[in-house]
């Protein structure tokens, strides 16, 4: 595996022969009446979709999420998006040597870093009600909240995602404070630590997450609102502050047919919507672009309105700190 330099990183025409995980796996039926499957396999490096045809149900029972392979054959492109056209595929064995840990990515930051960080916007809430849910509720679900991704694709789908996502909001939050005192960080920075943290039951795990069946029916904003509401109970905590974190969960998608209930109805939480774009949108370019070089564009970018990013030759000066 040490010449490999990442499925995220080939190109058409490139030929693979390499150990991949398994993402997912999903059965369908080809024209001709055959079944196949659609596997999307990933490293560190990114991921790349794949059709398995003439699956047998073997297959489907053998090639399933998590699973990790070894797989050869060639990079061609589909609709503008890099696949992987299958030559031969196999599962790997203890003789291979090959765990889970090597295919899968995580958060930048280590997970006690991101812990620290957490605490300490924590510690600087000065309301005592929203300060004491917030705790509460990352206690409850520390252990789920430090590992889970973000998603299940587009942004932060990886190990630590939703987090390191969580932490990345609170640093651009803090900025803008500065520049915008009116805000209440409080409320803020609550908002931004319990916004996701649904996800913990929506998804169901750190690595090739898929969702739940809570996460289909209720999904991750109503378990949400539904836990601030418990936790000011169990806390005996009665206040505006409780109605008004259940708000910021509520709208942080800004739209209806973004799948808010609300659209954001005050400051903090209008606020909230754009922080959570912003990371979300940086996210997804800073991964697009990291995989083709200077002068090229990406590949197009579903969740950005299917578009393709260029990425200049011109040498960017970095600021000096």
């Known amino acids: 595996m040490k010449d490999f330099k990442g499925i995220g990183h080939y190109r058409v025409?490139?030929?693979?022969?390499?150990?991949?995980l398994i993402k997912s796996s999903v059965k369908g039926v080809a024209s001709n009446g055959k079944?196949?499957?659609?596997?999307?396999l990933q490293d560190k490096s990114g991921d790349i979709e794949a059709k398995l045809w003439d699956a047998s149900s073997d297959d489907e029972e053998s090639f399933d999420a998590q699973q990790i392979i070894k797989v050869k054959g060639d990079v061609t492109n589909y609709r503008g998006r890099n696949q992987l056209r299958i030559k031969t595929i196999r599962l790997a064995t203890d003789m291979d040597q090959v765990k889970v840990s090597?295919?899968?990515?995580?958060?930048?930051?280590?997970?006690?870093?991101?812990?620290?960080?957490?605490?300490?916007?924590?510690?600087?809430?000065r309301n005592p009600n929203i300060q004491r849910i917030t705790r509460h509720l990352v206690k409850k679900h520390q252990n789920e909240f430090l590992t889970f991704p973000a998603a299940t694709k587009?942004?932060?789908?990886?190990?630590?995602?939703?987090?390191?996502?969580?932490?990345?909001?609170?640093?651009?939050?803090?900025?803008?404070?500065?520049?915008?005192?009116?805000?209440?960080t409080d409320l803020l920075y609550g908002g931004i630590i319990l916004h996701d943290l649904?996800?913990?039951?929506?998804?169901?795990?750190?690595?090739?997450a898929s969702y739940t069946n809570e996460g289909k029916l209720l999904g991750h904003i109503s378990i949400m609102v539904n836990e601030i509401g418990?936790?000011?109970?169990?806390?005996?905590?009665?206040?505006?502050?409780?109605?008004?974190?259940?708000?910021?969960?509520?709208?942080?998608?800004?739209?209806?047919?973004?799948?808010?209930?609300?659209?954001?109805m005050i400051r903090e939480a209008e606020i909230l919507h754009m922080i959570d774009n912003i990371d979300a949108k940086m996210n997804m370019l800073d991964r697009a672009l990291d995989k083709?070089?200077?002068?090229?564009f990406t590949d197009r970018v579903f969740a950005l309105d299917n578009r393709s990013f260029y990425k200049p030759q011109m040498e960017t000066v970095k600021k000096e700190s």
């Open 154 to 184: 587009n942004h932060h789908e990886f190990v630590s995602g939703l987090s390191y996502h969580v932490v990345s909001m609170l640093d651009i939050a803090k900025s803008l404070s500065n520049l915008y005192p009116s805000l209440d």
């Open 230 to 264: 418990q936790a000011a109970k169990e806390l005996e905590i009665d206040g505006e502050e409780v109605m008004l974190l259940q708000h910021l969960i509520l709208s942080h998608h800004g739209k209806a047919e973004w799948g808010s209930p609300k659209p954001p």
């Open 198 to 208: 649904g996800k913990v039951v929506e998804l169901s795990g750190s690595i090739a």
């Open 292 to 296: 083709v070089e200077p002068g090229e």
């Open 102 to 125: 090597d295919f899968v990515e995580s958060a930048p930051l280590e997970i006690n870093e991101i812990m620290e960080k957490i605490t300490q916007y924590v510690f600087e809430m």
């Open 35 to 40: 079944p196949f499957l659609t596997l999307i």
């Open 13 to 20: 025409g490139d030929q693979v022969d390499h150990y991949l």
